[in-house]
């Protein structure tokens, strides 16, 4: 098996050849002056099974993608299997408008045209998944989330509302610990309380677990609310830190204790590796 790392995710395809303990190799990737992609794979062949570790976000990273398949199957591969930690379009999964496209399924349909299986890490919603016609496979992050924050001392774990409870729920019980959702309450036409649907957070380490973070204004929110009720502490990690306009700044400089996500994209606090998830996916 060869493990072909795209640009979005250097650190985890290297990683995961590591535990594999099978060949690594290194897209090179660049843009031309017009802006205009290139990638290259230097090698004679790849006579053997390829996975190609690459994001298809933001754009740039999806052309890459593309590129990349058309590259291993052209260099022989055997077959051809595509990690996508962070799935881009994930939540463009609707039609609200005439003239709108089913952005999920486009992008579906085309990354599947060259590809043998597929395997995401929790994506918006799996049922995109079943746009593919190859064999394709969702991970989900709340184990190695778990054990991060296993000698943490954590004493809740929270989902941001009640859409995320089933995680929350996952890793509270993994950790062994109570695990609830919050809550908005409007108790008037400016003032509204945020706290936890059943469980007093009170002297609390709390631990806010999500699927992504994007601008981290709810959790900011979320965060202040609960030591402003008495908890001891309040940590967040997410499985994809997106953080756009300066979001990392926005929840380090806040109520929070510590911010982290996984690697599936690769940043400043992407601090839980999902590549043993990825490895036994691919060992099985």
Do not use: W
């Not at 690594?24 to 017009?34: E, G, H, L, V, W």
């Not at 052309?63 to 022989?76: C, N, T």
């Not at 929070?256 to 690697?263: A, D, H, R, Y």
Request: a negative charge.
């Amino acid at each position: 098996m060869i493990i072909v790392g795209g640009s979005s995710s250097r650190d985890l395809a290297k990683e995961l050849a590591g535990i594999l303990e099978c060949t690594y190799i290194q897209a090179a990737s660049t843009k031309f002056p017009d802006g205009e992609s290139y990638t290259r794979i230097d090698t004679e062949t790849l006579d053997d099974d390829v996975v190609i570790v690459q994001n298809t976000y933001p754009n740039d990273n999806l052309i890459e993608m593309f590129l990349l398949q058309d590259a291993v199957r052209r260099l022989g591969a055997r077959t051809i299997t595509l990690v996508i930690p962070y799935f881009g379009y994930a939540r463009q999964d609707r039609v609200f408008k005439p003239g709108e496209p089913e952005s999920a399924k486009v992008m579906c349909k085309h990354l599947g045209m060259n590809c043998d299986r597929v395997i995401t890490i929790d994506i918006h919603k799996e049922a995109i998944l079943d746009y593919f016609e190859c064999d394709h496979m969702d991970l989900k992050a709340a184990p190695v989330i778990a054990d991060y924050f296993r000698d943490k001392k954590i004493d809740l774990v929270l989902a941001p509302d009640i859409g995320a409870a089933n995680r929350a729920k996952d890793v509270g019980e993994r950790l062994g610990v109570a695990y609830d959702h919050l809550e908005k309450t409007r108790l008037s036409g400016v003032d509204v309380r945020i706290a936890p649907a059943k469980f007093d957070a009170t002297g609390k380490n709390v631990l806010i677990v999500d699927d992504m973070i994007a601008t981290g204004g709810t959790i900011v929110a979320a965060a202040s609310a609960l030591r402003e009720v008495g908890a001891e502490s309040v940590s967040v990690a997410c499985t994809h830190g997106v953080f756009v306009n300066n979001a990392i700044e926005k929840l380090t400089g806040s109520a929070l204790s510590s911010v982290l996500c996984c690697n599936t994209l690769e940043n400043e606090v992407s601090h839980i590796s999902v590549a043993e998830l990825i490895a036994g996916a691919i060992r099985e």
